[in-house]
């Protein structure tokens, strides 16, 4: 059964069965954390739309939330009316409560990769994964979601990035769902990136995002109930149905200016641990050390600082720096 498949796969059990039907539909579990939802009729405003949580490890709350999503699937209370893909990113970081097992599995998402290992294998999976499905599903519009936590507390609880890319620009409603689904920020990126949103966008040319909602949690600490605006947005786009919007004006956008990168041992960030992001530094503030590339000071004007981790394998990013721009027109 598929309310089954999440516990099966957090114990390592193989599902007993590869597909089953649904009140509206049915189920293929192509292979570990990979699950498609087919409905027995495609609404006329469906997308394609790619789900995918558990990238990193220890961010449960997005896991929770795909779990409710399927409860209610399978209960009948959501009327499946659109293709929908289901990955758990890394499944054996998320048994073992960490980010990632070798390296981040959410900078590997490059056509041709060459690395070898438990996390770009995986990544070549969901590549491939991800390849099918926008192949079988091309006369849909599509879109994907990567859904997240973040490591720290923020100023904007829930936000969202989205992954640069020449190619794409965001549809304004794509702007009005986050907007009426809690998210309260937007963060464009300023250049490739190599997660598993900017895949979706750079090759396929779908809408993407990675969505941020709250903070990593074991299981259990996740406070769903302020991602229940997310998960009517989640669920409109699985019945097939455009979702409703709310102003985009009410989210705050940034753009990225700076990305800083740990280029040796000897690195530090030289603010507080328990800094949110979205904090705002004054010009001239120093915010990271490093013994090859020297100091890092805040320019002429205040910027703020978003993902901040002293700890990333060095050549990894350590930071973004950015500053508030207008809200698109
Ligand atoms: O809180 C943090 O420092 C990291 C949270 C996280 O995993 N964020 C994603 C963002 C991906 C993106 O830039 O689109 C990541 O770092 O992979
Ligand atoms: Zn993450």
């Given at each position: 059964m598929?309310?089954?498949?999440l516990?099966?796969?957090?114990?390592?059990?193989?599902?007993?069965?590869?597909?089953?039907?649904?009140?509206?539909g049915?189920?293929?579990?192509?292979?570990?954390?990979?699950?498609?939802?087919?409905?027995?009729?495609?609404?006329?405003?469906?997308?394609?739309?790619?789900?995918?949580?558990?990238?990193?490890?220890?961010?449960?709350?997005?896991?929770?939330?795909?779990?409710?999503?399927?409860?209610?699937?399978?209960?009948?209370?959501?009327?499946?009316?659109?293709?929908?893909?289901?990955?758990?990113?890394?499944?054996?970081?998320?048994?073992?409560?960490?980010?990632?097992?070798?390296?981040?599995?959410?900078?590997?998402?490059?056509?041709?990769?060459?690395?070898?290992?438990?996390?770009?294998?995986?990544?070549?999976?969901?590549?491939?994964?991800?390849?099918?499905?926008?192949?079988?599903?091309?006369?849909?519009?599509?879109l994907?979601?990567d859904?997240?936590?973040?490591?720290?507390?923020?100023?904007?609880?829930?936000?969202?990035?989205?992954?640069?890319?020449e190619?794409?620009?965001?549809?304004?409603?794509?702007?009005?769902?986050?907007?009426?689904?809690?998210?309260?920020?937007?963060?464009?990126?300023h250049?490739?990136?190599?997660?598993?949103?900017?895949?979706?966008?750079?090759?396929?040319?779908?809408?993407?995002?990675?969505?941020?909602?709250?903070?990593?949690?074991?299981?259990?600490?996740?406070?769903?109930?302020?991602?229940?605006?997310?998960?009517?947005?989640?669920?409109?786009?699985?019945?097939?149905?455009?979702?409703?919007?709310?102003?985009?004006?009410?989210?705050?956008?940034?753009?990225?200016?700076?990305?800083?990168?740990?280029?040796?041992?000897?690195?530090?960030?030289?603010?507080?641990?328990?800094?949110?992001?979205?904090?705002?530094?004054?010009?001239?503030?120093?915010?990271?050390?490093?013994?090859?590339?020297?100091?890092?000071?805040?320019?002429?004007?205040?910027?703020?600082?978003?993902?901040?981790?002293?700890?990333?394998?060095?050549?990894?990013?350590?930071?973004?720096?950015?500053?508030?721009?207008?809200?698109?027109?």
């Amino acid at each position: 059964m598929l309310d089954n498949w999440l516990d099966q796969l957090l114990d390592d059990v193989a599902p007993s069965s590869d597909h089953g039907r649904l009140p509206f539909g049915h189920y293929r579990i192509h292979g570990p954390g990979i699950l498609e939802l087919t409905p027995n009729q495609t609404l006329p405003d469906a997308r394609a739309c790619v789900l995918s949580a558990a990238v990193h490890g220890n961010e449960t709350a997005p896991v929770e939330l795909v779990g409710e999503l399927l409860a209610r699937l399978e209960a009948g209370l959501v009327r499946l009316g659109a293709p929908v893909l289901i990955l758990i990113g890394n499944p054996p970081a998320l048994r073992a409560g960490e980010r990632f097992i070798t390296t981040n599995l959410n900078r590997l998402f490059k056509r041709n990769l060459t690395a070898s290992g438990e996390e770009p294998d995986r990544a070549r999976t969901l590549m491939a994964a991800v390849d099918d499905f926008f192949a079988r599903h091309a006369t849909l519009p599509a879109l994907h979601f990567d859904l997240h936590t973040a490591i720290r507390d923020s100023r904007y609880t829930r936000f969202a990035v989205e992954p640069f890319t020449e190619q794409v620009t965001t549809e304004s409603s794509q702007w009005q769902w986050l907007s009426r689904a809690g998210i309260q920020a937007v963060l464009h990126q300023h250049c490739h990136s190599w997660t598993f949103s900017h895949y979706s966008r750079h090759y396929h040319g779908t809408q993407a995002f990675t969505l941020e909602l709250g903070r990593v949690a074991p299981f259990g600490d996740n406070e769903l109930g302020a991602l229940r605006p997310m998960r009517a947005l989640l669920e409109a786009l699985t019945e097939g149905h455009e979702p409703p919007g709310a102003p985009a004006n009410a989210m705050h956008f940034f753009r990225v200016e700076h990305e800083l990168m740990r280029q040796s041992e000897d690195f530090v960030l030289c603010f507080d641990e328990a800094t949110p992001n979205f904090n705002e530094f004054c010009p001239g503030e120093c915010l990271a050390r490093d013994a090859k590339a020297g100091d890092y000071v805040v320019g002429e004007h205040p910027q703020r600082v978003v993902f901040p981790n002293a700890k990333v394998e060095i050549g990894a990013r350590a930071a973004l720096l950015v500053v508030e721009v207008a809200p698109p027109a």
